[in-house]
């Protein structure tokens, strides 16, 4: 199958009461264990590069890659520009076959978040790509995109219904409490201020940061309307744990296949725990 858009796959995702889960892209293992497990599962897929990724493996290799793991799956896989940070590069990332693309305007004041998210929108549209904003400011650190946690700011309800349908994205990352990279302690999420906003929006909501928060809490964002739900460190974590436990056990190993399977086998059972628990296992 040709890649999908993030739209098409979220918003049957929220006429089904269930998210799908974006998992950042960097290497090959990463995809494959992204895909055998969204294949075990029978569940509906994002793939995303971040500013990082896109850095590390190059464009050319994010897109080829997507694309042949979309071709020979079996299950709908769609590409995603995770934090695009300019309309140029927004559009080079459609040129080269990404199904869908975010334009974080989030730093921006208010008007100019409008201003680029529809810039972008109206040409992403005219070729068939669909488009995620943010409005607030999600905390924490996703590669090279810093916020700490004095300037992360919530969504305003009142704003996200005026901003989406000034700017015309396909889906809005809602800052309700999560943050990139490892929590310190328990995050605290604002399911009231999730509620609000999904009563005035009408589009498939996107939960950043979401590795680290518990299952519960989860759960609970699917149901007040959460359709696509981005996961990064977790896998960081399960693959750089299986390296280590690895090299720990045979430090003379030199193989890159020893010492990259089971990483690539790690980060599959966790991208499968993640798929039940998002509900977007059997969807496919
Ligand atoms: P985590 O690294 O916290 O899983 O967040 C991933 C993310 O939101 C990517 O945009």
Redesign the pocket.
Known sequence: MALVTVAELTRAAAEGGYAVG?F?LNNMEILQAVIAAAEEERSPVIL?A?QGGLKYAGIDYIAAMARVAAENASVPVALNL??GTSFEQAMVCIRKGFSAV?IDGSQLPFEENIALVKRVADVAHAVGVSVEAELGK?G?T?DDIVVAEQDATMTNPDEAAEFVERAQPDLL?VAIG??????KGEPRIDFKRLEEIKKRVDIPLV??????VPDEAIRKACQLGISKI???????VAFTQAVRNVLEAAPNEIDPRKILGPAREAMQKVVQEKMRLFGSSGRA
């Open positions: 974006a950042n995303q971040s995770d934090h975010m999600i924490g996703e990352a999560t943050a990139h990279g490892v929590y939960l950043h940061g979401a590795s680290g981005n996961i990064d460190t977790e896998l960081r």
